[in-house]
């Protein structure tokens, strides 16, 4: 029995109108979060310049605390993973001719940002087939021209665990430089990230962590630290401060996201890591079942599951956001579908299993007929 976490729901402002089973693509921000960030924001209105002085220092703090959370002494503040895959990329010297192993699961945007990285540099993509063993895959597909491997702590379309220990550790051995889009990791899994041995590594705060958005770390290993290039040069020195710096922009999601770390631990983050890993597993039962779909097998520690609709749902990206907004226009629901008729759901402690029953009663007649 999965037993939902007293008074979680009433943590969040979302619409009750609206079944929210994505918490997996934008997260959630808990009220107390959004009246930190607010707060911030009132400070910065009340005296700028007074605000812009103090910055440096509390955004030290902010790092520190984050960093701390997730094991790293390197981290920098980015605003998502997309832009510290960027700055990874910005700053690991290429050839024309030297290759970068990507997969066949890697994030939409990532994978757009290597297509232009490769067209500007010269450089080769070299795409790995994860099949059944990533690291054979990865480490299969490196030769004497590789430079750079990118892939997936935990992938956005598949909810696949990746083994980054074990890769960052093959990849070092070959030379290889590892860049890892650890988007859904911090909050979602333990992490030790200095231990896990990756020349770059990047999460999002915004998804498991419970931060305002836009908000997200770069952790980076020593030897690479001095060579970052920031994406804007502007009055920061040194990493981290030189990719942090955006001269006025908005930090408050940055400084608030410490915030959002402290409702996660004072929840119990063991605790709420269990009951969402659960309730993902409940829901993917009760709507495989339902939809006679194939159930994709989960792992552990991941509260995302995948259920493949079968041919003829959602096989391109426009099929799949028009069905994804068919269903919440008819049901309520607000879910993700991947391209190929992938159907992932999200687990958060504002959901329950009767999330999952209703959704799973009503969604096959809504697709009868589609196919």
Wanted: hydrophobic share 45%; no cysteine.
């Amino acid at each position: 029995m999965i037993v939902p976490l007293p008074g979680a729901r009433e943590l969040f402002s979302l619409d009750p109108e609206i079944v929210q089973l994505n918490h997996g693509s934008f997260g959630a921000v808990p009220i107390e979060v959004q009246q930190a960030q607010r707060r911030w924001r009132d400070e910065l209105e009340r005296a700028p310049d007074r605000f812009f002085v103090r910055l440096p220092g509390r955004l030290a703090e902010a790092r520190g605390r984050i960093a701390a959370f997730l094991g790293t002494g390197g981290g920098a503040l980015v605003a998502n993973a997309t832009e510290g895959v960027a700055v990874a990329l910005g700053s690991i010297p290429v050839r024309p001719g030297d290759e970068i192993i990507h997969t066949d699961h890697g994030y939409a945007a990532v994978e757009l940002a290597l297509r232009r990285h490769a067209a500007e540099t010269g450089a080769v993509l070299v795409r790995a087939e994860l099949g059944a063993d990533p690291v054979a895959a990865i480490t299969g597909a490196v030769t004497e021209r590789t430079r750079i491997a990118v892939f997936d702590h935990v992938s956005s379309s598949a909810a696949r665990l990746l083994p980054v220990a074990r890769l960052a550790k093959e990849l070092a051995a070959r030379e290889v430089v590892t860049v890892v889009d650890g988007a859904h990791a911090p909050g979602m899994l333990p992490l030790d990230l200095d231990a896990l041995g990756a020349d770059f590594w990047v999460g999002n705060l915004h998804k498991w962590a419970f931060a305002p958005r836009p908000a997200a770390m770069l952790a980076v290993a020593p030897h690479w630290r001095e060579r970052v290039r920031p994406l804007v040069v502007s009055y920061g020195e040194g990493y981290p401060a030189s990719v942090e710096w955006r001269g006025t922009g908005d930090y408050s999601s940055w400084l608030a996201a410490p915030e959002g770390l402290a409702v996660l631990e004072r929840l119990g983050i063991e605790r709420v890591r269990a009951h969402n890993e659960a309730l993902a597993a409940y829901g993917q039962r009760v709507l495989a079942e339902a939809l006679a779909g194939e159930a994709v097998p989960g792992w552990p520690g991941v509260p995302m599951r995948v259920v493949r609709l079968g041919p003829g749902l959602g096989t391109t990206r426009a099929e799949a956001d028009a069905l994804g907004e068919l269903v919440l226009d008819r049901l309520g629901y607000q879910i993700k579908i991947e391209p190929g008729g992938l159907l992932r759901l999200s687990a958060q402690i504002y959901n329950t299993t009767a999330d999952y029953d209703r959704l799973a009663e009503r969604l096959p007649a809504l697709l009868t007929g589609r196919r």
